[in-house]
């Protein structure tokens, strides 16, 4: 029995086949030596029939001829173009079109030694894990990189794991394997199409019970990546709320920080028409007049970027609702200057401002509500009126 079992396990190794897909944008430069690279280390000492997936994603230079002229000339390397971004939409795509047993990828720049690809893959070749990442955060990687990535690095992963129970230690490494089998159940369930791909992928992956190996890695930061750090960040900052709340929660997370964004720039606009309006008027009558100045702009900014409302169609009645939620500020303002003339009668232009300015952030949180509950309403009705045609 036990000679059976062993031939079986040779047969399967024998029978693995691993496909590595490398996602690119405009890597023009760096494509050709990193793929011939990666594909003389695969045929002088990987163990495993191998397929090189290049895939391109809308790339605006010469990457997509040259990655079609490298899958022509190099055998067992082929080439995907996709008209849009996003690393996790490129995994998609070439994992589950590939015929391997299992399916992983890597990074361009090759920052990841490739010795570990080897140890990457063995434990889903013998059947211990069906997911396996290198890891640049677990004991035994040697990593050589900038402090300002190795904080941001430390600081996500500490975040999945309070946010999402994570207990694998690094989400993003760009060097990750999974089995067929566990790609074709995990992939379709994945929501995000970019970076935060490989984390969803491997909470999903945790959730449903999956082993996940970890394998300490050699790495090497790329000093000329072109990765947006912060909008990869804000992504990610999304993706945990909508993993650990729901989409519901995302939505309102995202309202909240684009409102307060445009309120912060009203404030702004209004402490300056305030003061120039003080040269000539009252009080009373500078705060009406700047808020109501700055609230047509505050109106139409959060109609289309907080809200989404685009069309044309019902853009005034959108200001009047607008409108409606600035009685609020007026009122809240108007009793605050009176409450500091009362107190202070001789109070500078200045004391002035900055009071009106915590009377306008008191009165953003109601506002902020009742444009919700408006453009809500709105398109419930718009929905309904579609429906009913």
């Not at 893959?121 to 997911?131: F, I, K, N, R, T």
């Amino acid at each position: 029995m036990l000679a059976e079992a062993a031939t079986g396990r040779l047969d399967s190794m024998e029978m693995t086949t691993v496909d590595i897909v490398v996602p690119v944008y405009n890597e023009e430069r760096d494509l050709v030596p990193s793929v011939r690279r990666l594909h003389a280390y695969l045929e002088a000492r990987f163990p495993f029939a191998t397929t090189i997936t290049i895939v391109d994603n809308a790339s605006t230079d010469a990457t997509w001829p040259i990655a079609e002229y490298l899958a022509s000339e190099l055998p067992n390397v082929r080439a995907i173009h996709l008209d849009a971004k996003g690393r996790g939409r490129a995994l998609r795509s070439a994992w589950l079109s590939s015929d391997a047993s299992i399916v992983a990828y890597m990074d361009v720049d090759l920052s990841t030694d490739l010795d570990a690809l080897l140890p990457l893959v063995a434990p889903l070749v013998s059947g211990h894990s069906e997911v396996a990442i290198g890891s640049r955060l677990t004991r035994g990687a040697r990593v050589r990189r900038g402090r300002k990535r190795e904080l941001i690095s430390r600081a996500y992963n500490f975040l999945l794991h309070v946010g999402l129970g994570a207990t694998f230690s690094d989400a993003q490494c760009g060097f990750k394997a999974i089995t067929a089998v566990a790609a074709r159940r995990l992939v379709p369930a994945v929501q995000d199409q970019e970076w935060f791909f490989d984390t969803e992928l491997l909470v999903l992956a945790q959730r449903a019970g999956m082993r996940i190996s970890e394998v300490p890695i050699d790495w090497t930061d790329d000093p000329e990546s072109r990765v947006d750090i912060a909008q990869t960040a804000m992504d990610d900052l999304r993706g945990i709320v909508r993993m650990r709340f729901g989409d519901v929660a995302v939505a309102l997370s995202r309202q909240i920080l684009t409102f307060g964004s445009i309120g912060i720039a009203s404030t702004i606009a209004y402490a300056i028409i305030y003061a120039l309006l003080r040269a000539i008027a009252s009080p009373a009558i500078a705060n009406v007049l700047a808020l109501v100045a700055t609230a047509i702009a505050n109106t139409a900014a959060n109609r289309r970027l907080t809200f989404r409302v685009g069309a044309r169609a019902g853009f005034w009645r959108d200001q009047l609702a607008g409108m409606g939620a600035l009685g609020v500020a007026i009122a809240m303002t108007s009793a605050a200057i009176a409450l500091l003339h009362l107190t202070a009668p001789h109070a500078s232009v200045a004391a002035e401002i900055v009071l009106l300015t915590g009377a306008n952030a008191a009165a953003t949180i109601t506002r902020f509500y009742l444009l919700r509950v408006w453009f809500e309403r709105r398109a419930r009705l718009t929905a309904r009126k579609v429906v009913d045609r």
